[in-house]
């Protein structure tokens, strides 16, 4: 059975950090780009960051660049989400997701195709 478990979500104060982790069971990560994504309540969600299957490219949206890194350790089947310098508007459920073909816009939520359950991220004093 397929499954990717996201895990390291919690509370922090503004300008903390977290490190988030996805964990795929029943299938190997390695062949494939892995998207975060985030939606908090009233929002849509929107595409955070994306990393390639070598690890070789990544992509990061505007609000968050320079602040998170995203990265992968095929031998562990597990891709991260490391978020610095936390922003209260960073709080959100933050998904990760597998795309089983090659992504025309990484942003698009609808080109992943397997997605985890999502891990709670809040950032509030």
């Known amino acids: 059975q397929l499954q990717l478990v996201e895990s390291g979500g919690g509370l922090v104060q503004p300008g903390g950090s977290l490190r988030l982790s996805c964990a795929a069971s029943g299938f190997t990560l390695d062949y494939y780009a892995i998207g975060w994504f985030r939606q908090a309540p009233g929002k849509e969600r929107e595409g955070v960051s994306c990393i390639s299957s070598s690890g070789g490219s990544t992509n990061y949206a505007d609000s968050v660049k320079g602040r998170f890194t995203i990265s992968r350790d095929n031998a562990k089947n597990t891709v991260y989400l490391q978020m610095n310098s936390l922003k209260p508007e960073d709080t959100a459920t933050y998904y990760c997701?597998?795309?089983?073909?090659?992504?025309?816009?990484?942003?698009?939520?609808?080109?992943?195709?397997?997605w985890g359950q999502g891990t709670q991220v809040t950032v509030s004093s």
């Open positions: 997701a597998v795309a089983s073909e090659a992504l025309g816009n990484w942003r698009i939520w609808e080109e992943y195709d397997y």
